[in-house]
């Protein structure tokens, strides 16, 4: 095995003292959908629903002279890193958007338990974001990014690596979701070395095609706007060291994949399956429509990243079919306009933009959604930013409540 090879192999190794490998399942349903050989990389099953605590693990685990660690997240790092700070009984520092729903809140600290302190900090990522650093800063601690880091790269190719061990083969072709590209360089990285017959996909949500401006422009470049009800892969701009392993790839291979028709598979999941998925986790899934005829009678294996799906503010009634509907409905937030100016955020950090009604809005608004999910999924009523944040006693860095809510970035 050549170095990144090794390095995966011996991360991978260091992963079961965290938990055992996720399951590699072929999928009945799909193999007779598209007549092909389906299988699903089930990281929806880890123990914080989320591939994220892979690369939090590992560049952890290499910094283990440090005492405190500090992140800025309301989404899968947020929860990745709580677990791994209570694996490892090292002190965490979280900081997390006023906004974020009260759910992610309780599972960042039940992952974390003692070990970690949760930081309600801004409106606006951008403001948690620099409150985080500033406190790294301040009490020396370690930063951990969510994706742009060599030792995270390294832990997520724990995935991939997984992968052939449990297939015993390499797949004709490999379809993985892109966010800032921690999962999709690892993955190149090491089936260019391992399999290089592997055939990668590269799949990015249609509001967030960040990957697919980096390939044209041959470097990272920001977005100018980013929808975010792809949270887990909404992101502005790749990471710089990520796109050095993912520069050269195909054009025809990142795929981008609408918002709403994501809901659709979401649902098909769901009630065929009993499947849960985030719409990220759903990405690799849905692109095998756009593939259906390169993958007939060929092995496909899917990465489905994570199955953190937010059910919360689902009160009220449902969106309209219309899509300017679906805008009022939620006082039209789905789409963030983005300043290049103001610092990229983390790329799950999307979940601090979502409002209640995000994903519910969405799914809600399908004209053919299967009565019960679409009964449970509901758009809620406008999302009251000023009264969330007066909920939460010991929140800082707010902003004036009559600010607009698109003032700034919200991914």
């Known amino acids: 095995m050549t170095d990144f090879s090794n390095q995966a192999a011996e991360a991978t190794e260091r992963m079961r003292q965290l938990f055992p490998a996720t399951p590699l399942q072929r999928n009945d349903h799909l193999s007779n959908v598209y007549d092909a050989d389906i299988w699903l990389k089930r990281e929806d099953l880890s123990p914080v629903r989320s591939y994220k605590l892979r690369g939090a693990f590992n560049a952890m685990g290499k910094q283990a002279d440090k005492d405190v660690f500090v992140c800025a997240s309301a989404g899968n790092h947020a929860q990745g890193v709580a677990y791994v700070c209570r694996h490892l009984q090292k002190k965490g520092v979280i900081f997390m958007p006023v906004t974020t729903p009260e759910q992610k809140i309780r599972k960042t600290r039940l ?100 990957l697919a401006a980096a390939v ?50 979401i649902l098909d999941m769901l009630n065929t399956e009993g499947i849960v998925l985030e719409p990220a986790g759903a990405l690799a899934l849905d692109a095998l429509k756009d593939l259906k005829d390169k993958i007939k009678g060929k092995t496909v294996v899917c990465v489905s990243s994570g199955g953190n799906f937010d059910f919360e503010g689902v009160e009220g009634g449902r969106a309209g079919h219309d899509p300017a509907d679906r805008a009022r409905s939620d006082g039209g937030r789905h789409s963030h306009q983005y300043d290049p100016a103001r610092p990229v955020p983390d790329p799950d950090d999307a979940r601090a933009a979502r409002e209640c009604s995000g994903v519910a809005g969405r799914i809600g608004a399908l004209p053919k959604a299967p009565g019960r999910a679409r009964g449970i999924c509901r758009a809620g009523a406008p ?29």
């Open 111 to 210: 992952f974390g338990g003692a070990w970690v302190q949760v930081q309600l900090v801004g409106d606006y990522f951008d403001d948690t974001l620099r409150a985080s650093q500033a406190y790294c800063a301040e009490v020396g601690g370690h930063f951990l990014s969510p994706f742009d880091d060599p030792d995270v790269i390294e832990g997520q190719a724990t995935v991939t690596y997984e992968m052939l061990e449990q297939l015993g083969r390499s797949p004709d072709v490999f379809v993985v979701p892109v966010g800032g590209g921690g999962l999709s360089s690892s993955a190149r990285r090491l089936l260019s070395e391992r399999a290089p017959e592997t055939e990668i996909f590269y799949v990015e949500p249609s509001g967030g095609k960040s």
């Open 216 to 265: 044209q422009a041959g470097a990272p470049i920001a977005l100018e706007q980013v929808d975010t009800f792809v949270d887990g892969a909404a992101v502005a701009k790749m990471g710089v060291n990520t796109f050095a392993a993912l520069k050269g790839i195909d054009a025809d291979h990142v795929l981008d994949i609408p918002e709403d028709r994501i809901c659709t598979t």
């Open 383 to 411: 999302y009251d930013r000023q009264q969330l944040s007066e909920r939460r006693s010991g929140a800082s860095g707010r902003r004036d409540p009559s600010a607009s809510p698109l003032n700034g970035r919200d991914l």
